[in-house]
Structures are given as structure tokens and as C-alpha cells.
């Protein structure tokens, strides 16, 4: 095998035998396959496809460059990915409350992306909590805690490091094929038994349409389903933001709200869904409405937060951050009120505007060597569909200083239209099932 018939066959529209594509995945991690083939390879996926059986076989390749890992636990091992959204921390909700139900939750995460927030640069908001751990601290924290959020380590999917890093360069990041291998590939890896796919659509979404959402979501699903891991996939709406909080420090202390009981919202109700529809999966319970009741049961009775407050244990953090949070999450020193310029009703919100509002204030990266600063953000946003008056509040700004609030507060403003009572569309829009599923 050699990598220039691989991409000849991609180039004519064949799609190559798993075996090649196996060899070409290996290439990608040990080096033999050069950045120029790489990029001649995304480049030839990108406009002339792999196929349903291609797309499989590169996703398990892409698994199998690495180390797989395996689980020896008395429960079922299972997981939940996000394409991406502003106010988007239903993993810090999500992980805990399945751990309170009995099955384990090991969570391989990723940063910020673009105008997204990061799973571990939130989780990181807190003082002491470290992500980048070993396999064994990995493997201890699942087993005492039931759940644990982490970076990947090296040796996870090493062709996808290398395959990414090429097509970010090359203009091939927008492949649905790419996108599923470069999901799943790290997923499976973590020795999964289930996995939900939280698919989101809309303004503050990678993908715009419900169109778009779903012809990923079924790309996934059945890729998945067809590496060996039972998998569905809800599409759901982020037309405004999840939570009405965006940045770090801030988004857990949304968490921790839904997570304590003094406020549940639309990030609580996603977090049931999503919960829900994968205990039944994993065949925890019969059906997502049981497991539904299941979460909402655990979060009510305080299990789920004591499980959140193992894992941050654990994880570096303060042994009291559960019954004392307030106390040590960062704050920011200016705090700025955004106001509405007339009377109407918030008719549109721009998410991903507000999502780099919040890069702009130092919450997210512009270039990967940026600190984060993890008190900055957005919080108190009024969401879609209420009616204000002229000068009541729209939300709040967190910065570091004066000058930034007020470039922020412009951006604010300008990302939240006030005009007519919109129609505002459900949270979870539909399930996706593998093609041929019952």
C-alpha cells in the first residue's frame, strides 16, 4: 500500500478498502504519510465523499492508531458529545447526575472552539482542578466518582491530532465524513457501551439549519452504530443561548444552580432529555421517560451534587466546593449592565456574536497559546421571546476592565434584536436513530 493510490481512489470517487484506509490512519500517526498526502487526502474526502462504509472504516482506524481503552466496572460505561453551543455546560450537570444512577460517565473533553466554550477550561475555572491527567488518575476518578471530564492524552487518537491539525490549515474542516471520524474516532476510544450526540441548530450553532443538524446527526449515529457503539442523537435548538450565562467561572455557577436546585431552566431540561434518552439506551432503564424521572430524581435529592463534588475532589479542587461554591469561583473586578435601547420584545438573538464577545473579553482563545480568564462573560441574559422596557436590563458583563465592558456592552447589543413577539421553537427538536433501527 502506498499513500498515493489511497488518494488516486479518492480522487477518482472510490473509496478505498478498510485495510488502506487502516494503513493511511497509521501513516497519520507514526509520520510515514507526509503533511502534503495528509492534506491531498482531507482535500479528496472533502469534495468527493467516503460513504457510509468508508466513513466507519476511517473512524475505527482513526480509534485504532491510539490506545483503546478498555473498563472492568459494575455498571455500563457511557458518554455524551456536544457539536458545540454558547451557554452550552450540560456535561457538568450531565456526567454527575448519570454517575448518581449507577453507571460511569469517563468524559474525554475538548477546549474552546472558535465562538464555543470548552468543557475544561470551565471545569478549570476552579481553583485547583487539573484536566490533564494520566490513565491511572483517570481510571481512579471514574471508579471513585463515577465520572470525570479530561483532556485526551497523546497516545488517544493520534491520527485525528495530526489529520485536524492539517485539515485546519487546508480548508477542510466542513466534511461531514472528517467531522464524524474526528468525533468518534476520540470517543470510542474511551471504551464506550452508549453514547447520545447532543446535535444543536441554530444562530449560536456550527450548523444553521435543522437541515444541516440532521444530516450530521444520521452521519454520526449510523457510523457509530456501525463501529459498535449504540448511539442516538438529539437535534435541539440554539437559536439563544442554553443557559443565560456565557464563559467559564460563570457556566458553573449555572451548573451548580440546576445541580443544587435553585434553578433548573432550559439547561436542566436539556440535561434530563439528553440523560433520559441514553440510560434507556444503555438499557438502565426501560424506556428515556423513566430515565428522565431517574435524573430528575437524583438531581432533586443531592446525589448528583455529591457526586460533582467527588469528582472535583478528586480532580485537584476544593473538598467543600459543592456547599460552598459562591466562595470560590473567580470574579470579575468590572461588572457592567447592558439596558435596552427601546420597548419590544427580544425577537432574535445572535449567539455565536455573543460567544466571541466573550473570546473578545478573554474567555476563550483567539490563538491557542491565549490564557483564558475564567471570570470574564456574559450572565443575567434575558432570553428570547420577553418583553422589555426601555432601560431595563438585557444582561450583564464581566470584564477585566472599563474599556473592554464597554466594546463588550456594544457587541451585546448588537447581537439581541428587539422588535415583534417571536415564535420560540422547542428546545429538542427530534431523535435521530441509526438507519434500519426499530
Given at each position: 500500500?502506498?499513500?498515493?493510490?489511497?488518494?488516486?481512489?479518492?480522487?477518482?470517487?472510490?473509496?478505498?478498502?478498510?485495510?488502506?484506509?487502516?494503513?493511511?490512519?497509521?501513516?497519520?500517526?507514526?509520520?510515514?504519510?507526509?503533511?502534503?498526502?495528509?492534506?491531498?487526502?482531507?482535500?479528496?474526502?472533502?469534495?468527493?465523499?467516503?460513504?457510509?462504509?468508508?466513513?466507519?472504516?476511517?473512524?475505527?482506524?482513526?480509534?485504532?492508531?491510539?490506545?483503546?481503552?478498555?473498563?472492568?466496572?459494575?455498571?455500563?460505561?457511557?458518554?455524551?458529545?456536544?457539536?458545540?453551543?454558547?451557554?452550552?455546560?450540560?456535561?457538568?450537570?450531565?456526567?454527575?447526575?448519570?454517575?448518581?444512577?449507577?453507571?460511569?460517565?469517563?468524559?474525554?473533553?475538548?477546549?474552546?472552539?472558535?465562538?464555543?466554550?470548552?468543557?475544561?477550561?470551565?471545569?478549570?475555572?476552579?481553583?485547583?482542578?487539573?484536566?490533564?491527567?494520566?490513565?491511572?488518575?483517570?481510571?481512579?476518578?471514574?471508579?471513585?466518582?463515577?465520572?470525570?471530564?479530561?483532556?485526551?492524552?497523546?497516545?488517544i487518537a493520534p491520527a485525528d491530532k495530526r489529520l485536524y491539525?492539517?485539515?485546519?490549515?487546508?480548508?477542510?474542516?466542513?466534511?461531514?465524513?472528517?467531522?464524524?471520524?474526528?468525533?468518534?474516532?476520540?470517543?470510542?476510544?474511551?471504551?464506550?457501551?452508549?453514547?447520545?450526540?447532543?446535535?444543536?441548530?441554530?444562530?449560536?450553532?456550527?450548523?444553521?439549519?435543522?437541515?444541516?443538524?440532521?444530516?450530521?446527526?444520521?452521519?454520526?449515529?449510523?457510523?457509530?452504530?456501525?463501529?459498535?457503539?449504540?448511539?442516538?442523537?438529539?437535534?435541539?435548538?440554539?437559536?439563544?443561548?442554553?443557559?443565560?450565562?456565557?464563559?467559564?467561572?460563570?457556566?458553573?455557577?449555572?451548573?451548580?444552580?440546576?445541580?443544587?436546585?435553585?434553578?433548573?431552566?432550559?439547561?436542566?431540561?436539556?440535561?434530563?432529555?439528553?440523560?433520559?434518552?441514553?440510560?434507556?439506551?444503555?438499557?438502565?432503564?426501560?424506556?428515556?421517560?423513566?430515565?428522565?424521572?431517574?435524573?430528575?430524581?437524583?438531581?432533586?435529592?443531592?446525589?448528583?451534587?455529591?457526586?460533582?463534588?467527588?469528582?472535583?475532589?478528586?480532580?485537584?479542587?476544593?473538598?467543600?466546593?459543592?456547599?460552598?461554591?459562591?466562595?470560590?469561583?473567580?470574579?470579575?473586578?468590572?461588572?457592567?449592565?447592558?439596558?435596552?435601547?427601546?420597548a419590544g420584545y427580544i425577537s432574535a438573538i445572535d449567539g455565536?456574536?455573543?460567544?466571541?464577545?466573550?473570546?473578545?473579553?478573554?474567555?476563550?482563545?483567539?490563538?491557542?497559546?491565549?490564557?483564558?480568564?475564567?471570570?470574564?462573560?456574559?450572565?443575567?441574559?434575558?432570553?428570547?421571546?420577553?418583553?422589555?422596557?426601555?432601560?431595563?436590563?438585557?444582561?450583564?458583563?464581566?470584564?477585566?476592565?472599563?474599556?473592554?465592558?464597554?466594546?463588550?456592552?456594544?457587541?451585546?447589543?448588537?447581537?439581541?434584536?428587539?422588535?415583534?413577539?417571536?415564535?420560540?421553537?422547542?428546545?429538542?427538536?427530534?431523535?435521530?436513530?441509526?438507519?434500519?433501527?426499530?
Amino acid at each position: 500500500m502506498d499513500a498515493r493510490s489511497i488518494i488516486a481512489q479518492l480522487r477518482r470517487g472510490e473509496t478505498p478498502e478498510p485495510e488502506a484506509i487502516a494503513w493511511f490512519a497509521q501513516g497519520l500517526a507514526d509520520g510515514n504519510v507526509s503533511d502534503a498526502q495528509a492534506g491531498a487526502f482531507a482535500m479528496a474526502v472533502c469534495l468527493r465523499g467516503l460513504g457510509d462504509e468508508g466513513r466507519a472504516a476511517l473512524t475505527l482506524a482513526m480509534r485504532d492508531s491510539g490506545h483503546v481503552m478498555g473498563w472492568d466496572l459494575d455498571g455500563p460505561v457511557i458518554d455524551k458529545h456536544s457539536t458545540g453551543g454558547v451557554g452550552d455546560c450540560v456535561s457538568l450537570v450531565l456526567a454527575p447526575a448519570l454517575a448518581a444512577c449507577g453507571v460511569y460517565v469517563p468524559m474525554i473533553s475538548g477546549r474552546g472552539l472558535g465562538h464555543t466554550g470548552g468543557t475544561l477550561d470551565k471545569l478549570e475555572a476552579i481553583p485547583g482542578v487539573r484536566t490533564d491527567v494520566d490513565e491511572a488518575k483517570f481510571r481512579a476518578i471514574v471508579a471513585e466518582a463515577g465520572c470525570a471530564i479530561v483532556s485526551a492524552s497523546t497516545d488517544i487518537a493520534p491520527a485525528d491530532k495530526r489529520l485536524y491539525a492539517i485539515r485546519d490549515v487546508t480548508a477542510t474542516v466542513e466534511s461531514i465524513d472528517l467531522i464524524c471520524a474526528s468525533i468518534l474516532s476520540k470517543k470510542l476510544a474511551g471504551g464506550l457501551e452508549a453514547l447520545v450526540l447532543d446535535v444543536k441548530f441554530g444562530s449560536g450553532a456550527f450548523m444553521k439549519t435543522v437541515d444541516e443538524a440532521r444530516e450530521l446527526a444520521q452521519a454520526l449515529v449510523d457510523t457509530a452504530n456501525a463501529a459498535g457503539c449504540p448511539t442516538t442523537a438529539l437535534l435541539t435548538d440554539m437559536n439563544q443561548p442554553l443557559a443565560d450565562s456565557l464563559g467559564n467561572a460563570v457556566e458553573v455557577a449555572s451548573s451548580m444552580r440546576v445541580l443544587t436546585g435553585t434553578d433548573f431552566g432550559r439547561l436542566g431540561e436539556l440535561t434530563i432529555e439528553l440523560g433520559g434518552a441514553l440510560l434507556a439506551l444503555a438499557k438502565v432503564t426501560p424506556d428515556a421517560k423513566a430515565g428522565a424521572d431517574k435524573l430528575r430524581e437524583v438531581i432533586s435529592s443531592g446525589a448528583a451534587a455529591e457526586r460533582m463534588g467527588r469528582m472535583i475532589y478528586a480532580m485537584g479542587g476544593p473538598k467543600t466546593f459543592v456547599e460552598d461554591w459562591t466562595r470560590f469561583l473567580p470574579e470579575a473586578t468590572v461588572i457592567t449592565e447592558v439596558t435596552a435601547p427601546e420597548a419590544g420584545y427580544i425577537s432574535a438573538i445572535d449567539g455565536e456574536a455573543l460567544g466571541l464577545t466573550v473570546v473578545g473579553l478573554g474567555g476563550g482563545r483567539q490563538v491557542e497559546s491565549d490564557v483564558v480568564d475564567p471570570a470574564v462573560g456574559i450572565t443575567d441574559l434575558v432570553p428570547l421571546g420577553t418583553k422589555v422596557a426601555k432601560g431595563e436590563p438585557l444582561a450583564r458583563v464581566h470584564s477585566s476592565r472599563l474599556t473592554q465592558a464597554e466594546q463588550a456592552v456594544g457587541e451585546v447589543l448588537g447581537a439581541i434584536t428587539i422588535g415583534k413577539k417571536p415564535d420560540v421553537g422547542p428546545l429538542v427538536g427530534e431523535q435521530v436513530h441509526a438507519r434500519g433501527a426499530k
